[in-house]
């Protein structure tokens, strides 16, 4: 019989360690991808979407392609993981393995505030969609953009959304007629990356009429009086809301027995194993704290090099070639900040007692960096 690994989620994590296992082992082991959408999409690409400089087509790929690598695709609802089994069902159906990948990611819930999914999101493909309607047709106003929980994937992204959108109403020639607030459920921008991350990131808010409130909890939306209140007793006005919805690991894990403390899955911070032997978490559905009291980031950049971390250890494992590797908390991030320009930081965020993270000048450079890593992104792996 055909020995087999099954890697739950075809987002970032999933597809590079089902690619990178496919290469490294031979073809008596079955590589299986479960997800419930047919399309892997680039979420960096996201923010493009918004402004009109990309279409829907350009940043997703359909996941049967990863067929044609001799990956097996399944497309269905995870119901249930049995992971002592390392058995997961799908489609009703009981599927096992030898070694379990989950790379389920972050569910968005913007039901639990209430009126929040009155607003536009930029966090999936269909309200990215709705948002870049909203602001070709937004004339004059005000222009409110909110986080409604301090953790949410790409720490970067609800900024850098801020500044893309100023860019826009700018080209639009409409900006003097906007106003723009942004109200943070974090205490500062980008805050596990350092002060001087995030007095950076501020001082570009602060450049472009961005007025920036951190540590503003949001605890309702009233659409009919375009009203926000904030725990804090705080309350303002709006006639566009964007936001970033609380995040939560999905049912199916939370369901698992793997989720620790923090919420999320718990794994070894340089192995991505769970407590059970030969299942794996890697990516966005895991909680690994750091030294200095925050959680590892959620973003692409650590899901991949988690991906690349079990794939080599695993095809190890299983081979005997090579040897084992750690995963160190090394990532990088371009920051988006509109006018074909981008900031770019990198750093190493296992670091003791902080990470230390260093910041590259915005420039044009880096926003051509995006571009590349984005046609890279599907040559290498689709
Ligand atoms: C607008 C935006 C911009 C971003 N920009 C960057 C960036 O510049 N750099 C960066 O590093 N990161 C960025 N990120 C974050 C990055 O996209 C995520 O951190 C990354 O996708 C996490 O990978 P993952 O494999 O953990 O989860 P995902 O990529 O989210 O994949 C999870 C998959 O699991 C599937 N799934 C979940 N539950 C089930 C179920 N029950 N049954 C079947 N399938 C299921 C989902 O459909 C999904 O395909 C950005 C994110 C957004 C939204």
Excluded at 93 to 104: G, K, P, R, T, V
Excluded at 230 to 255: I, T
Excluded at 289 to 304: S, T
């Amino acid at each position: 019989m055909r020995r087999s690994i099954v890697i739950l989620g075809g987002g970032v994590g999933g597809v590079i360690t089902a690619n990178l296992l496919r290469k490294k082992l031979s073809d008596e082991y079955e590589i299986t991808l479960i997800d419930r959408e047919t399309n892997h999409v680039f979420a960096p690409s996201l923010l493009w979407l918004m402004t009109g400089d990309r279409n829907a087509e350009k940043i997703s790929r359909p996941l049967s392609r990863l067929k044609r690598k001799g990956i097996e695709f399944i497309q269905g609802e995870i119901e249930q993981i049995d992971a002592q089994n390392r058995t997961v069902i799908v489609n009703g159906e009981n599927i096992s393995s030898d070694y379990l990948i989950i790379s389920l990611g972050a569910v968005l819930t913007p039901e639990e505030i209430s009126g929040l999914e009155t607003g536009f999101s930029f966090y999936d493909l269909k309200e990215t969609e709705r948002l870049k309607q909203k602001l070709w047709e937004f004339q004059k106003g005000r222009v409110v953009v909110v986080t409604a929980s301090p953790v949410y994937k790409c720490p970067a992204a609800p900024y850098e959304a801020a500044m893309l959108i100023h860019a826009f109403f700018q080209k639009r020639g409409i900006r003097p007629q906007v106003t723009m607030s942004f109200y943070a459920a974090e205490p500062a921008p980008l805050a596990v990356a350092g002060t001087n991350v995030s007095e950076g990131v501020q001082q570009m808010l602060r450049e472009r009429d961005i007025s920036y409130y951190p540590q503003h909890q949001i605890t309702k939306v009233d659409p009919d009086k375009r009203e926000l209140y904030f725990a804090n007793g705080v309350h303002d006005s709006y006639d566009l809301l964007v936001y970033v919805a609380p995040h939560k690991p999905p049912r199916v894990v939370q369901e698992s027995g793997l989720v620790g403390k923090s919420g999320w899955v718990t794994v070894d911070r340089h192995t991505l194993e769970t407590k059970i032997p030969g299942v794996y978490a890697i990516g966005d559905v895991t909680g690994i704290p750091l030294e200095l009291g925050k959680p590892l980031p959620k973003a692409g950049v650590f899901a991949h090099g988690q991906a690349k971390v079990i794939a080599n250890n695993i095809a190890h494992k299983i081979t005997g070639e090579g040897q084992q590797i750690e995963f160190n908390g090394h990532g990088e991030c371009f920051i988006e900040i509109g006018n074909n320009k981008a900031g770019f930081a990198r750093g190493n965020f296992y670091a003791s007692p902080a990470p230390t993270v260093k910041v590259h000048q915005p420039g044009i450079r880096w926003h051509l960096g995006k571009i590349a890593f984005e046609k890279s992104w599907f040559r290498t792996w689709f």
